[in-house]
């Protein structure tokens, strides 16, 4: 579905909730096509030539940006609207856009710069509740698996502030083959644990840094959480576009 559309659907001025939903539908229709989109691309073959390879890892790029845009978009709308319709206000006249390009255009600067920040996907994580006050009963399906759906996030926001905790900076032993090997080097403990690692990391560029042996399992924990944050999104997106049309 084109971005026109979604653009001819907003001015739509019919009052209440089902064009609102029908816009939060579209949206989570993009993102789902983005993220099969960004699959393809990821399996395709490129060519032997340095400018294959070249245009390759750049469409790979540009889909991989486009996918995660679409994504906290989505989930950006998904979570205002609920807000909204929990705090018993009218439907908005057209859902926030997010940071898509008009006509989904996809520059490598705008690619960059979506990857770099998550596409700002963090700042949108939803709270859990808004779903138990949009008149259906607490235990409907519907308001279950939204708020399942905003658990899930709320992990994928715990695991990224607090993956980088489960380093520890170290003095490495033995040669190149023994990566990972050698002591801690623990930071001055008036730094605190994070400032600590970072800034005992710089000061001393002999060091290295490595996942802390008592907190693998963590870690692991945390990446899966943290990486899992694009799958929930749409999951999310999706449970709110069934609970808003079954509110009404």
Known sequence: MPDDLIERRAMDRTPGWARTV???ADRLELAQAAWAEAETEAERPS????????????????????SRARDAALLYAAGSALQRR???????LRLPRGRVLPSAVTPRWWCMAVTRDDAGIWRSIPQIGPET????????????????????????LRGH???????????????????????SAPP???LGPKTGR???????????????????????????DRHAVWERSRAYGSAVVELLRRAG
């Open 188 to 190: 001055p403990a008036w």
């Open 133 to 156: 006050r949009v008149g259906l009963s607490a235990d409907n399906p519907l308001v279950l698996e939204a708020a399942e759906q905003a658990r899930l996030l709320q992990a994928s």
């Open 47 to 66: 060519g032997n030539s340095p400018q294959d390879k070249a245009r390759s890892s750049q469409a790979l790029l540009a889909a991989l940006a486009l």
């Open 198 to 224: 970072k800034v005992h990391a710089y000061v001393h560029s002999t060091l290295g840094t490595r996942v802390r042996a008592d907190r693998t399992d963590e870690f692991d924990q945390a990446s899966r």
């Open 86 to 92: 929990a705090d018993g206000r009218s439907a908005p």
């Open 22 to 24: 029908r816009e939060l």
């Open 161 to 183: 502030r607090t993956h980088d905790d489960h380093y520890e900076a170290y003095v490495p032993g033995g040669g190149l083959d023994r990566i990972g090997e050698g002591r």
